[in-house]
């Protein structure tokens, strides 16, 4: 009777606390990837000319209803495609070039600093990981990145700075897998 009683207290309680976000795998068979994501994911294609053509950049991305309490403001998963033989995963030299020019441009669009920024291979795949201090050092963009064959994947969380130590951010990237 005292066990019943207590398990009605503690689902009582449970009841009262804020509403936790769901994390649920999603899919991409076009994009090749699956991911867990603490919420639905919208998605956009935004189209830009370049030196090598014109190119899409589809971005997935979910930003928690709760800003106050998230752990991070928005999750988000980039890729993009380029013409063949313009980015090889296999030419560690043009890789190296271009992962450098992807983190100076991501540092200068946001006006912040490279907190750090490191080589991390993706299952085989070339890859890297870096971290932006922005806003005045009050917040943090997280990204890790990867080239798998002519395709360019980017996975970033974007969180103020006393919650950049979160495990959801993490997660999320740790969940990335792609689709064969």
């Not at 070039?97 to 991501?106: D, G, H, M, P, R």
């Not at 991390?120 to 990145?145: C, M």
Request: hydrophobic fraction near 40%; charged fraction near 20%.
């Amino acid at each position: 009777m005292r066990f019943c009683f207590l398990g009605l207290i503690f689902l009582f309680c449970a009841g009262a606390l804020p509403a936790q976000e769901q994390w649920e795998e999603y899919q991409s068979y076009e994009g090749r990837f699956r991911i867990l994501v603490p919420g639905q994911l919208k998605q956009q294609v935004d189209s830009f000319e370049t030196p090598l053509g014109k190119l899409a950049y589809h971005v997935f991305f979910h930003q928690p209803a709760e800003k106050d309490s998230a752990d991070n403001l928005i999750y988000m998963v980039s890729y993009c495609d380029y013409p063949p033989l313009t980015l090889d995963e296999d030419s560690t030299e043009l890789l190296n070039e271009f992962f450098e020019a992807t983190i100076e441009s991501a540092v200068e669009s946001v006006g912040g600093e490279l907190a750090y920024a490191d080589e991390r291979p993706y299952f085989g795949h070339p890859g890297r990981i870096w971290r932006i201090d922005y806003l005045n050092g009050q917040a943090v963009i997280k990204t890790r990145a990867l080239v798998a064959g002519n395709r360019y994947y980017a996975l970033q969380t974007a969180t103020v700075k006393g919650r950049s130590l979160n495990t959801a951010s993490s997660r999320f990237m740790d969940s990335f897998r792609l689709l064969e």
